[in-house]
Structure formats: structure tokens, C-alpha cells
């Protein structure tokens, strides 16, 4: 099971960081990918990476903002937000894949965990 956590509310020009934590398993084989979804909108990908961190996706709106990471040791994936901005407002939800490289296609995820609101006022 994943679960992420980290969201709140922050004026434009902070910065929030998402965890992801998975209980019962292990993360360390798997591609983990993080999505948003705005209210009344289809999930988007913000980025993904490989089980070795060393393949990383970025979708253009968070290439040079978002920086994603991840420790098998402690079983977490992390998405540093900076320079948010009032468009990326919405809930973040992590993802777990074991088929394929770092994508942005939500099909490929198999896992899915409950996601968490971030809210960024203007």
C-alpha cells in the first residue's frame, strides 16, 4: 500500500515536499512515478524514476522546480516542490510500476496510493 504525504497549503513561491511510503513492500525494484489531478481535470504526470534513481522523467511544467528522489533504504520517494505556483494546485498521488522505465503514461502504474492536497494561493 502507498501513501503519500507532505501536502498543505503555501503561497505561491514556496515550497512543499512529498513523501511517498509504502507499507508491506518494498519499493526498491519498482519505477515510482508521481501524478497530479485537478479538480475537474485528468491526472497528469509530474515525474518519475527508475529503481536506481538514476533514470528521471520530468513533465515540462515541473522541469527545474521538482526534483524527485528516492531511498531504498528507508522504502520513500520524495518530490521536492519549489516555486510553486497557483497552476500546480491539486492532489498528488504516487505510483509504482515493475514493467517499464520512468514514463508519464498512468497505465503503466500498477500500484497506486491515496494522494495528498497541495493547495498554492496566489
Known amino acids: 500500500q502507498l501513501q503519500a504525504s507532505g501536502g498543505g497549503l503555501v503561497q505561491a513561491g514556496g515550497s512543499l515536499r512529498l513523501s511517498c511510503a509504502a507499507s508491506?513492500?518494498?519499493?526498491?525494484?519498482?519505477?515510482m512515478g508521481w501524478f497530479r489531478q485537478a479538480p475537474g481535470e485528468e491526472r497528469v504526470f509530474v515525474a518519475a524514476?527508475?529503481?536506481?534513481?538514476?533514470?528521471?522523467n520530468y513533465a515540462d511544467s515541473a522541469t527545474g522546480r521538482f526534483i524527485i528522489s528516492r531511498d531504498n533504504a528507508e522504502n520513500t520517494v520524495s518530490l521536492q516542490m519549489n516555486s510553486l505556483k497557483p497552476e500546480d494546485t491539486a492532489i498528488y498521488s504516487c505510483?509504482?510500476?515493475?514493467?517499464?522505465?520512468?514514463?508519464?503514461?498512468?497505465?503503466?502504474?500498477?500500484?497506486w496510493g491515496q494522494g495528498t492536497q497541495v493547495t498554492v494561493s496566489s
Open positions: 508491506g513492500h518494498t519499493l526498491s525494484t519498482y519505477t
Open positions: 524514476i527508475d529503481w536506481s534513481g538514476r533514470i528521471i
Open positions: 505510483a509504482a510500476d515493475d514493467k517499464y522505465r520512468p514514463n508519464a503514461c498512468p497505465r503503466t502504474y500498477d500500484y
